[in-house]
């Protein structure tokens, strides 16, 4: 299959892009700094794309020189200017409908769900890293955009996050709960959000069997042991 890793030189975007290459696929990155790449990928074989997501123009030239099977998209939002990111992401959706991209996995994170109670993570007790708040809460901004206007346009998406614990070097077990909207943690009443964990290479994997064998779709989900 080939996959375009829109960020593909993040945390997440190296360790899926080194994982499908593992496994005979193809590989596309696109991010904004060149001078990254020596320092992130170290496999020749992965198709360096640049520019920004907010430059639709760009974006469209990445999608339709690879013609990918499934979009990943890994991006994070940015300390100086989180507002960017929806907008971002928007045109990554648009783009996928208007070159008719089979299949959308958004990388996410567990602050745009619910906790255990049913209040969002964000407002939920013990409180969390309120330090980050403007800008965890583009993850529940844009679960709430995909559910609302993307249920029913024909863009096959699905959004996944780890646990708050995504360790890297955890080592792959395979064994892990999925669930939707709400985060997992040992003990739903009385929640030690340290509790939501999963290695790297579990949340990876996890991701690699929805690109290569669907399962799920219009859905956030959660993995987490
Ligand atoms: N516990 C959790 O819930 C958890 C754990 C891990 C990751 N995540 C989520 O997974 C997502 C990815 O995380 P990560 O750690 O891999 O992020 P990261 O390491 O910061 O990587 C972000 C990638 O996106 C690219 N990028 C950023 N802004 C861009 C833009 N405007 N246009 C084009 N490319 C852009 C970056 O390259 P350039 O800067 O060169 O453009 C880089 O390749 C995040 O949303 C994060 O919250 C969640």
């Not at 007790?125 to 330090?131: A, D, G, I, L, T």
């Amino acid at each position: 299959m080939k996959v375009c890793i829109v960020g593909g030189t993040g945390n997440v975007g190296v360790f899926l892009g080194e994982e499908l290459l593992r496994f005979g696929h193809q590989v596309a990155s696109f991010s904004r700094r060149r001078e990254m790449v020596p320092v992130r990928i170290r496999d020749t074989r992965v198709r360096l794309w640049f520019g920004n997501i907010s430059d639709k123009e760009a974006l469209r030239e990445f999608f339709d020189g690879e013609k990918p099977d499934t979009v990943v998209l890994a991006t994070a939002p940015e300390r100086h200017c989180p507002e960017k990111y929806l907008p971002g992401h928007i045109n990554v959706f648009e783009l996928c409908k208007e070159c008719g991209i089979p299949r959308l996995i958004v990388c996410s994170n567990h602050m745009g769900l619910d906790a255990p109670d049913g209040r969002p993570m964000m407002e939920a007790k013990p409180p969390h890293f309120e330090w980050f708040v403007n800008i965890q809460k583009v993850y529940g901004e844009e679960a709430r955009y995909l559910k609302e206007k993307e249920m029913d346009t024909g863009l096959d998406w699905l959004l996944v996050c780890p646990g708050l614990q995504c360790v890297p070097f955890g080592g792959y077990t395979g064994v892990f709960r999925v669930q939707e909207d709400r985060i997992i943690v040992a003990d739903p009443d009385n929640p030690d959000w340290n509790t939501s964990r999963i290695s790297y290479e579990d949340y990876i994997s996890f991701l690699y069997k929805e690109i290569t064998e669907p399962k799920h779709s219009h859905q956030y989900l959660t993995v987490s042991y």
